[in-house]
């Protein structure tokens, strides 16, 4: 089979721009991923063929990128249309890239793009790869400069300048004013990430158990002599729900914005959650705050928290709370007592049920502990496939199926009490998390999503009662993983189980604790926390005028340390034979009044002088060649010679040419 031969510097520039591009076919639809890569193939193919791709062809299918970028995003404009045209565009450039400076362009055009990704992802693995990445542009553009470039020295070349701007890009990290939010905040049009929803209907959270991404983490930052909250008791509060439509739970009118009517008991808890962006409006709380972080969000009388943005980026707050705690003890209104006891037509054996148990018990706690008891002593499951249900969804479930999630238990609860004249909510958010005792505190998951109940009782004010607790209490006290132990395999994820073996644990938690060190002094290194760091190095640092002044100091001593470190380099290169024998080569070519420009490479001065001197074209050209070779290339004894004995017998003349 003949061998295939590639062109070297087409390779050079592909490989690299394929894995800056990598991470975007992610976010970019399928279409403009293979146009790229049917661009590289045809492009090594004329490479091989030695043909030229004509230049009308390239001008079309540019304009149908541009067409099919603003059907798929509606404009080219923006971090998505913006980043999908240029992706594009640098794929249909390769079919006419012939050059050196072309070359250099589109490798140019591969960092923005490098940059770019970071508006989808800022995590630790993305930025290793990432760094990677910047290591094959910058080993392409070295060698793009050369002959015949040696990958492995081309590429450690590459890490050592990267390495050497390694303290310059640190020192640019921490005394840099930072801007008010990251620049990767840009609104985006993307969608919705996988979490809580501002509707509940059966079957929502058992789709969120299949996801392990994190929703939150929480520190818990004790004081003295105060122990941090089981697990059992960490109940981080989202969105509620009040209205129900026999099928699904929602809010359909906003709560009043009155202020939240409660009283804490005991001494108060300081926690900081760092939220992932969700890109909904909640944020998450346990008990009852003392007072709120400066954020642009209001606290609901239900405890619903609400930003007045979508969360598009990480945030991080810090909350005092009392986890014991009574809200509106002191009583209901006229319409909040109406529509907590809102329900809509169907279900009658549910509604029976409830009213016998109303007409049964004393007063509305023993609804409530009736309730329970139902629970606890029917055969009721705990599952993650419960059957579909009926037109009488609460019915099919108490009376027929009895199997179900959080979600079932909370809403036929909710529907039982109100029936019975108690007044309900239903309340979703997160249920306990995963305690990492390397760095002490809770990783939060989508799949500890949960709904619970809130019930209305007399001198007691909204007390949260969870009937999943009642079916399946090891849910509560240890997790989704213990509640899921026991049932069949074909219920069972196999991805969690495996994900929490033993042996991977600590793998697992360590590889989690760096992710969040980067996110909390990396990612989260805003305007604030750069403020706090640099005051306690020095009060004026934390001033705008002191970050000037410790950025130029600094970067000016930086800049200098460097220099003297280059200074003996430079005089070792001055020093060696072959650069010592080119200089002489140029000065005999000085002579002749052709004269080598500061900014001139070799290879450009020995084309320009061989134009100038047709006679001298194959000294110059050789001279110039084996300067290269021992410079830039293998260093041979055998072609230093030669570089020497070729220099001492070029001896030119001047032409003298005479007028007519």
Not at 486 to 496: F, Q, T
Not at 578 to 605: M, Y
Not at 619 to 629: D, E, F, G, N, V
Request: charged content about 20%; hydrophobic content about 50%.
């Amino acid at each position: 089979m003949p061998r295939i031969e590639l062109d070297a510097a087409l390779l050079w520039l592909i490989v690299p721009l394929a894995m800056v591009l990598a991470p975007h076919a992610l976010a970019l639809p399928a279409w403009i991923s293979l146009s790229w890569t049917a661009f590289a193939l045809a492009s090594l193919h004329a490479s091989r063929r030695k043909r030229v791709w004509p230049g009308w062809l390239t001008m079309l299918l540019a304009l149908a990128g541009v067409a099919g970028v603003l059907l798929q995003y509606g404009s080219v404009i923006g971090p998505q249309g913006g980043v999908a045209l240029l992706v594009f565009l640098s794929g249909a450039k390769l079919l006419e890239t012939r050059t050196a400076r072309d070359r250099l362009g589109l490798l140019f055009v591969g960092c923005f793009l490098l940059v770019a990704y970071f508006l989808n992802s800022q995590s630790l693995a993305m930025a290793g790869y990432m760094i990677i990445a910047a290591i094959a542009l910058v080993a392409a553009m070295i060698a793009n400069l050369q002959p015949a470039p040696d990958a492995r020295a081309t590429l450690a070349t590459a890490s050592r300048l990267l390495a050497q701007a390694l303290p310059l890009a640190l020192l640019l990290f921490v005394l840099f004013p930072r801007l008010q939010g990251p620049l990767w905040g840009l609104p985006q049009q993307g969608a919705a990430q996988t979490g809580l929803s501002d509707r509940m209907s059966p079957g929502d959270f058992s789709q969120l158990t299949l996801s392990d991404e994190i929703a939150f983490r929480v520190e818990f930052i004790n004081r003295p002599g105060q122990a941090a909250p089981a697990a059992n008791a960490l109940y981080w509060r989202g969105p509620v729900l009040w209205d129900f439509d026999g099928r699904t739970w929602q809010t359909r009118l906003a709560v009043p914005p009155n202020p939240v009517r409660g009283e804490g008991r005991g001494e108060a808890l300081s926690y900081a959650v760092t939220l992932e962006p969700h890109r909904q409006r909640w944020l998450f709380l346990l008990g009852l705050p003392q007072r709120l972080p400066p954020l642009q969000a209001v606290l609901g009388p239900d405890l619903q928290w609400l930003t007045r943005a979508p969360v598009t980026q990480r945030l991080r707050y810090r909350i005092d709370a009392h986890l014991d705690y009574r809200l509106d003890a002191e009583g209901l209104g006229e319409a909040t007592r109406a529509r907590t006891l809102a329900l809509p037509e169907g279900n009658p054996r549910s509604l029976a049920l409830a009213r016998q148990w109303a007409a049964e018990a004393g007063d509305d706690s023993a609804i409530v502990q009736r309730a329970l008891l139902n629970f606890r002593q029917q055969p009721f499951f705990y599952t993650l496939k419960p059957p579909l249900l009926g037109e009488h969804s609460v019915d099919d479930f108490l009376f027929l199926s009895r199997r179900g999630f959080c979600e079932h238990y909370a809403s036929a609860f909710v529907i039982l009490m109100r029936a019975a004249g108690v007044p309900a909510r239903v309340v979703t958010g997160y249920q306990g998390g995963e305690l990492n005792p390397l760095g002490d505190y809770w990783i939060v998951r989508q799949r500890d999503a949960h709904a619970w109940a809130e019930v209305w009782l007399n001198d007691q004010g909204w007390t949260r009662i969870d009937p999943t607790a009642a079916v399946a209490p090891n849910r509560i006290e240890r997790g989704l993983d213990a509640a899921l132990a026991g049932l069949p395999a074909p219920e069972r994820r196999a991805g969690l189980v495996d994900l929490n073996a033993n042996w991977l644990q600590p793998l697992r938690l360590s590889w989690d604790l760096l992710n969040n060190q980067w996110n909390q002094w990396v990612l989260g290194y805003n305007q604030d926390r750069q403020r706090q760091f640099l005051a306690r190095l020095n009060p004026f640092l934390s001033t705008w005028q002191g970050m000037a002044w410790g950025l130029a100091g600094a970067g000016g001593t930086l800049l200098l340390l460097m220099a003297m470190l280059a200074i003996p380099r430079m005089t070792r290169m001055k020093a060696d034979p072959a650069s010592r024998l080119f200089t002489r080569f140029c000065r005999r070519l000085h002579r002749l009044g052709i004269v080598r420009g500061n900014a001139e490479g070799p290879a450009d001065f020995a084309i320009r002088a061989a134009t100038l001197r047709p006679d001298l074209a194959d000294p110059i050209q050789r001279i110039s060649q084996l300067y290269l070779a021992q410079r830039y290339g293998r260093a041979e004894a055998e072609g230093l010679a030669e570089l020497e004995r070729l220099v001492a017998a070029f001896r030119p003349r001047k032409v003298h040419t005479s007028g007519t």
